[in-house]
């Protein structure tokens, strides 16, 4: 007896320290809020440039209205998006260069073909190498309607060798997200000497869009350098996109300062054991908002001062996170 009162003591102490841990973490609807920052967001960056193409990646289970597969559409999220982006569809899920299970490719693909009835474009990254899996890659995605790009390294630091030409390689001269028919995930330029280095090598390319990074060694890019990356080596012209996350911190980014850590700033919480250097933040909060679009010196407001078409947002799938805390 006396030691089932012990247990049951010990329980409850477990439950309130448990609960403790977190107690700076706010009870809220945490993917209304990702929807409710990537719309404002949106909002910002077109009334500056109505034209601005706003990517989310991952992060799908937004546009449904209760996050399930099967759910009803949430008409006003998918209204200010103009695409949505999915990594391992088909390959790279567990493992890179393996192929995804197919529960789970089925499950992502449920919420890709939702937005995509509502007119979204759907840009899939699968991380394979081997020739056969790229192909089947690239295959098997357009065989659903998606536009996607076969990434032989994780890292997304290079053009791959193979194929030889872009899947679907083109000469026009694409002006909006609707008609491309591949895309090119550069945005770690470090095997790059230089941004004359990297622009070079893209512009003998015909990717019909580029993803890439605001920065080259900590410096942006120019809005010139950035037209012309728009350049195909065919004389077609491309999309320009920059990656921005918005779901985590990266202390190698111009706004970082050195003083910081968890709580201090408020909306700053704990690193992320798979990424060092990338933090978990309170992306609800006004002050982080702020640094992302809008405030003094923010990191939208850089990308469209450099004359990107729009940005791939990344870390969406944040509210998973703070779901499970």
């Known amino acids: 007896m006396k030691q089932g009162f012990y247990i049951q003591i010990f329980i409850c102490m477990l439950s309130v320290f448990l609960a403790s841990c977190h107690r700076d973490i706010p ?63 088909f390959y790279g899920y567990d493992d890179d260069n393996q192929a995804t299970p197919s529960v789970e490719t089925e499950y992502m693909a449920d919420f890709l073909d939702l937005a995509k009835e509502f007119g979204l474009s759907i840009l899939v990254t699968d991380y394979c190498s081997t020739s056969s899996k790229m192909d089947d890659s690239y295959s098997k995605n357009n065989s659903r309607g998606y536009v996607s790009f076969a990434a032989d390294h994780r890292e997304l630091d290079n053009i791959p060798s193979y194929p030889s030409a872009p899947f679907h390689e083109n000469d026009t001269e694409v002006n909006s997200l609707n008609e491309i028919k591949n895309f090119l995930y550069l945005i770690n330029p470090d095997q790059f000497t230089s941004k004359q280095d990297f622009i070079n090598a893209v512009t003998s390319t015909n990717w019909d869009l580029l993803i890439m990074d605001l920065f080259f060694n900590e410096e942006p890019f120019l809005s010139a350098e950035v037209e012309t990356l728009r350049n195909k080596a065919n004389g077609g012209k491309r999309l ?68 990107f078409d729009g940005v791939y947002l990344d870390i969406i799938d944040a509210f998973e996170y703070f779901e499970e805390l």
């Open 27 to 89: 009870d809220l609807d945490f993917k209304q809020e990702m929807r409710n920052f990537v719309q404002a967001l949106s909002s910002y960056a077109k009334a500056v440039d109505p034209e601005f193409i706003i990517i989310p990646q991952n992060g799908q289970e937004l546009t449904t209205l209760n996050g399930d597969n099967n759910g009803t559409a949430d008409i006003t999220y998918l209204s200010f998006i103009d695409g949505q982006g999915r990594e391992d569809l």
């Open 240 to 307: 320009v996109v920059s990656y921005m996350s918005i779901g985590e911190a990266e202390d190698y980014r111009y706004y970082w300062k050195s003083n910081w850590k968890k709580g201090n700033p408020e909306w700053l919480y704990k690193e992320n054991p798979d990424w060092e250097g990338n933090y978990k933040v309170k992306y609800w909060m006004e002050d982080w908002k702020q640094i992302i679009f809008g405030g003094e010196n923010a990191y939208l407001d850089k990308i469209l001062e450099a004359g």
